[in-house]
Nanobody, 118 residues
C-alpha cells in the first residue's frame, strides 16, 4: 500500500522558517521523482520544487528559488522541503508527490497546512 505522509506544517511569522517532511512507503522510492506542490485558496496547485530520481537534479519555482531547498534521503525514504524567509504568499496546503517517469505511478500525500502570518 502506497503512503506519503507529510509533516512539519504550521503557523510561522513572515521571515521565519519551516521544514516539511514526507515519509514514503509502498513503492520503489529511489526510482521516483519526488516533488512538493502547494495550493492556496482559490488557486490551482503549483509545483514548488522537485528532486529527480537519478542524477540528483533539482527544480524550483521562480517564486521560491533561493529561499527553499528540497532534499531526499533514499535510504530513509524521505523527502524534505526547507523553507526560509517565508512570506505571506507562501501560505498554502503543501503536498508531497511521487511520480515514476515512465508512468507507472503517481501518488499524493494528504497535504500539510503552512500559514505565514504575523
Amino acid at each position: 500500500q502506497v503512503q506519503l505522509v507529510e509533516s512539519g506544517g504550521g503557523l510561522v511569522q513572515p521571515g521565519g522558517s519551516l521544514r516539511l517532511s514526507c515519509a514514503a512507503s509502498g513503492f520503489t522510492f529511489s526510482t521516483y521523482v519526488m516533488s512538493w506542490y502547494r495550493q492556496a485558496p482559490g488557486k490551482e496547485r503549483q509545483l514548488v520544487a522537485a528532486f529527480s530520481n537519478f542524477g540528483g537534479s533539482t527544480t524550483y519555482a521562480v517564486s521560491v528559488k533561493g529561499r527553499f531547498t528540497i532534499s531526499r534521503d533514499n535510504a530513509k525514504r524521505t523527502v524534505h522541503l526547507q523553507m526560509n524567509n517565508l512570506k505571506s504568499e507562501d501560505t498554502a496546503v503543501y503536498y508531497c508527490n511521487a511520480r515514476e517517469p515512465l508512468g507507472r505511478g503517481d501518488y499524493w500525500g494528504q497535504g500539510t497546512q503552512v500559514t505565514v502570518s504575523s
